[in-house]
């Protein structure tokens, strides 16, 4: 069962599940013999809900959410603690080839499945920086720039600082 709270605007929006501690009060509170609108008042809780609460409680005999309808998820606990030990362990992995590997593992077809499933975890694909090369006429040119400069005291290289004489 979903609460109702108000937001900025005055209009009440939906938010999350009540706790089993509430849904026991309103039920409590309608054992001893209040209204409705009374338990409401009581609880600061939308009155719609106090009363879903209660026939809830009368028809079913709990309060306890009920399973909702629509598909079942494909991707298990076992396989979701799979999937992110497979991601932390090579970091360059397609999700195709994740689905593949996960698909000899689990012997379910979860192609879709695996870019939900990690973004939901956090993981994002991301294309890596290109990072050139140390070309070989870099790397000359490097070597000949340390050959000729390497033997610099501090004061050479910082000629219009202020240097303590450090000797190390």
Request: proline residues 4%; contains cysteine.
């Amino acid at each position: 069962m979903q609460t109702a709270s108000t937001n900025i605007c005055g209009r009440i929006c939906f938010s999350q599940e009540l706790s089993e501690f509430k849904c026991g009060t309103m039920i409590g509170c309608h054992l001893c013999n209040k209204f409705i609108l009374d338990i409401s008042l009581l609880l600061n809780i939308p009155r719609s809900a106090v009363s879903g609460i209660v026939t809830k409680r009368k028809q079913l005999g709990t309060t306890a959410t009920q399973p909702l309808s629509g598909r079942p998820r494909k991707m298990t606990e076992r396989g979701q603690c799979m999937l992110k030990h497979t991601v932390c362990r090579s970091h360059q992995l397609s999700a195709e080839s994740i689905a593949n590997d996960l698909q000899t593992l689990l012997g379910l077809q979860i192609s879709t499945t695996v870019c939900r499933e990690l973004h939901g975890m956090g993981f994002h694909g991301r294309a890596a920086a290109s990072k050139p090369y140390i070309t070989k006429c870099n790397a000359k040119r490097w070597m000949q720039w340390y050959k000729t400069l390497h033997h610099w005291t501090l004061q050479q290289w910082l000629p219009d600082c202020i240097v303590p004489s450090v000797k190390f």
